[in-house]
């Protein structure tokens, strides 16, 4: 069936350093490739999305990039910030014979940037 | 628009009653979604709704759950009865809809809920 695997599950890294999360999902027919934040006892919010006619998408200190290819698709975070510290999960639109507005999530990764 | 509005936030219960969680989608959204969230399992889709009427509830673990959405501004999750296994945080989320590849999903604030 539908599946997204999301890898780390948790990250460490220095702050200033880059954090990079990479999904890989199953349905071929996945068009739309969002990342969502969730903070402590917050609710998850999209920071970034990308859909599948575009390769590489930027904001600022985030990007994302997809391989449809390959079906696998990351979150980049340069430059990291204290608050930064997060939840990171990844999804894929789920269509099966049509198009659902489901999404599949990944597990989730822990980020966690040290001053 | 306030987004997407959950009550209760807190629901502490004993094991054995009734609960119902409440959602109000954005205004205007097409769909609506009900999620659970815990440690073990992760971020979990329960039942998922296009203009009120319910497309996949796969993800509803047993009988003890059931949702409804009467109309385009009212959901709720009920389970009945409970059971401390159910403890998580509860999120609904809507979705304006396909027109254009909006697919972007707005979560409410989410229900701990928490059986004893």
């Known amino acids: 069936g539908e599946n997204v695997e999301q890898h780390p599950s948790t990250l460490s890294v220095q702050e200033g350093d880059s954090a990079v999360i990479k999904c890989t999902y199953s349905?071929?027919?996945?068009?739309?490739f969002p990342w969502y934040k969730q903070e402590l006892g917050k609710r998850p919010q999209l920071i970034i999305d990308i859909r599948s006619n575009v390769g590489e998408k930027k904001d600022q200190r985030i990007a994302v990039t997809l391989n449809k290819t390959a079906k696998h698709f990351s979150l980049h975070i340069t430059e990291t910030q204290p608050e930064d510290s997060a939840v990171y999960f990844c999804a894929a639109s789920a269509h099966g014979s049509s198009n659902t507005g489901k999404l599949i999530f990944g597990q989730g990764t822990t980020l966690q940037v040290k001053p | 628009d306030a987004g997407v509005i959950q009550s209760p936030r807190h629901e502490v219960t004993e094991m054995g009653q009734e609960v119902t969680l409440r959602c109000k989608p954005i205004s205007g959204h097409d769909y609506l979604f009900w999620y659970r969230q815990t440690m073990m399992r992760g971020l979990e889709l329960l039942i998922y709704?296009?203009?009120?009427?319910?497309?996949?509830d796969s993800g509803m673990p047993e009988d003890r759950f059931s949702a409804k959405m009467p109309n385009a501004s009212f959901s709720t999750l009920k389970i009945q009865p409970s059971e401390p296994r159910d403890s998580a945080v509860y999120f609904c989320?809507?979705?304006?809809?396909?027109?254009?590849?909006?697919?972007?999903?707005?979560f409410g604030p989410g229900t701990r809920l928490t059986v004893l």
């Open positions: 349905d071929s027919a996945s068009n739309y």
């Open positions: 989320a809507s979705s304006p809809g396909l027109a254009g590849g909006q697919n972007e999903q707005f």
């Open positions: 709704f296009n203009n009120n009427v319910p497309i996949d």
